[in-house]
């Protein structure tokens, strides 16, 4: 217990640090230790017994599998569950005010206090957030992704792990020793979510997201280590793909991972010369399954983001970068790297080519993404985030 709580809280300065400027910190640690040392002499015993079961939940931003059952429970739920979000951000805070969504700030949890001290579970997609809470929960961790970077699972701070398969199960088993009766195979919410977006209507999301309809979009998502550009200058080389998509009509979507280090100075200066780029980090659209909804085209690396957008059945192009880094030093993967499908690019030259070759003639790897989603996440039939919920009352008793 006590080990999970430090871990945790190294966890939450790492994002801190990348989340929140840094200038906050010690207002923050003020106040968090305030709440803390209240938790401990003060909220021994839950102050209401209320009739409704609470649940938080929380994620890095108001996105994911945490996001999609939030959201079914305040539908489904309302009259059995109390659910609010844990906000680890001002960004996040300041959205689900907008959204009149009940929402807690992390770092100032005394105007919920009813609620935090009466917590029955946290659904997580990552951190479990232990030391917030006077009476620990149950955790139900949730993840949030399946991909080919190296993780290590924490099945000590969760009461139960939801997977999306039996094949990530196994997966987990195998490789981590994960303690079967904590497994739960329910499904991927957030897939739920993507294949309504799918359903929908594109102009309306487009609207949505204040971006020009009648072109081909393209999203560009590199995970952290890349920056913004894998080879050579990260810059030049992202102007170049700036400037590919505007010569061929493209409309093209900047999403940088949380954790990347980039001069965002010199990419708005890129930026205002192309009307066809738009950057959409997580504070500007924490839906990135709104985003992969719209692409017709994705462009990522190692990130996990692939195979969500495997649903789709739309063209890839691979980065391929730093493999020794992502596939051997990180550790084992719940998806096996060799599970891509699509165009796999080693340079500028091969990366180029690989867009004409999707402008010319589509999708080569159709069959073959539809056979690895199918292995990885099962069939998605919009129920995941109800077998979650029976996963969380049965934890809960």
Same mark, same amino acid.
Not at 52 to 72: D, I, P, W
Not at 284 to 303: H, Q, V
């Given at each position: 217990m006590?080990?999970d709580?430090v871990?945790?809280i190294?966890?939450?300065l790492f994002?801190?640090a ?17 709440w803390?040392?209240?938790c401990?002499?003060l909220f ?8 409704? @079961?609470v649940?938080?939940?929380?994620s #890095?931003?108001?996105?994911g599998?945490? !996001?999609? +059952?939030?959201?079914?429970? *305040?539908?489904?739920?309302e009259?059995a ?10 960004t ?9 969504k ?6 100032f949890?005394f105007?919920?206090?009813?609620l935090v ?17 006077p ?9 949030h992704?399946e991909?080919?970077?190296?993780i290590?699972?924490?099945y000590?701070?969760c ?5 999306p398969s039996?094949f990530i ?8 020793k ?5 497994l739960?195979?329910c499904?991927?919410?957030?897939l ?6 799918l359903?929908?209507? @594109?102009?309306?999301?487009?609207e949505? #997201?204040?971006i020009?309809?009648?072109? !081909?979009i +393209?999203?560009?998502?590199? *995970? ?16 170049e793909?700036?400037?590919f ?18 001069n ?15 950057w ?6 924490p ?10 085209i ?11 957008f ?5 063209p ?7 493999p020794?880094?992502?596939l051997?030093?990180?550790?084992k993967?719940?998806?096996?790297p ?9 340079n500028n030259r091969?990366f180029?080519?690989?867009l ?5 003639k ?9 056979k690895l989603?199918e292995?990885?996440?099962?069939k ?6 109800e ?6 009352q049965?934890v809960?008793?």
């Amino acid at each position: 217990m006590k080990r999970d709580l430090v871990s945790d809280i190294k966890d939450m300065l790492f994002w801190y640090a990348r989340e929140n400027r840094i200038i906050f910190l010690p207002i923050h640690a003020f106040f968090l230790s305030i709440w803390i040392i209240l938790c401990k002499l003060l909220f021994k015993r839950r102050i209401v017994n209320r009739n409704k @079961k609470v649940v938080a939940f929380t994620s #890095l931003y108001f996105n994911g599998n945490a !996001r999609a +059952v939030f959201e079914y429970m *305040t539908e489904k739920f309302e009259g059995a569950y109390n659910c609010f979000w844990i906000a680890r951000n001002m960004t996040t805070y300041k959205h689900l005010r907008k959204l009149k969504k009940p929402v807690v700030y992390l770092y100032f949890p005394f105007i919920a206090l009813n609620l935090v001290t009466n917590t029955s579970a946290l659904v997580t997609n990552d951190s479990y957030l232990l030391f917030l809470f006077p009476h620990k929960p149950k955790t139900i961790q949730l993840w949030h992704g399946e991909g080919p970077k190296g993780i290590t699972p924490n099945y000590k701070g969760c009461d139960a792990w939801c997977v999306p398969s039996e094949f990530i199960r196994e997966r987990h088993i195998r490789l981590w020793k994960a303690p079967k009766e904590k497994l739960y195979i329910c499904g991927s919410p957030r897939l739920d979510t993507l294949n309504n977006y799918l359903m929908g209507s @594109k102009e309306k999301m487009l609207e949505e #997201l204040s971006i020009k309809d009648g072109k !081909r979009i +393209v999203l560009y998502a590199p *995970t952290f280590d890349v920056g913004l550009w894998p080879w050579g200058d990260q810059y030049k080389g992202f102007e170049e793909l700036c400037k590919f998509c505007k010569e061929n009509n493209l409309i093209l979507i900047l999403r940088l991972h949380p954790l990347a280090k980039v001069n965002r100075m010199r990419i708005r200066k890129i930026l205002k010369r192309y009307d066809n780029v738009y950057w959409m980090d997580m504070p500007t659209e924490p839906d990135t399954m709104k985003l992969l909804a719209i692409a017709d085209i994705l462009i990522t690396d190692w990130s996990s983001i692939y195979t969500d957008f495997f649903l789709t059945r739309r063209p890839i192009v691979y980065l391929e970068t730093e493999p020794d880094y992502y596939l051997k030093e990180r550790g084992k993967s719940q998806v096996p790297p060799e599970f891509r499908a699509g165009e796999i690019s080693k340079n500028n030259r091969e990366f180029f080519q690989a867009l004409r070759n999707i402008l010319n003639k589509g999708n080569r790897y159709y069959g073959e993404q539809k056979k690895l989603f199918e292995i990885i996440y099962g069939k998605v039939d919009g129920k995941a985030s109800e077998r979650v919920v029976k996963v969380i009352q049965q934890v809960t008793g």
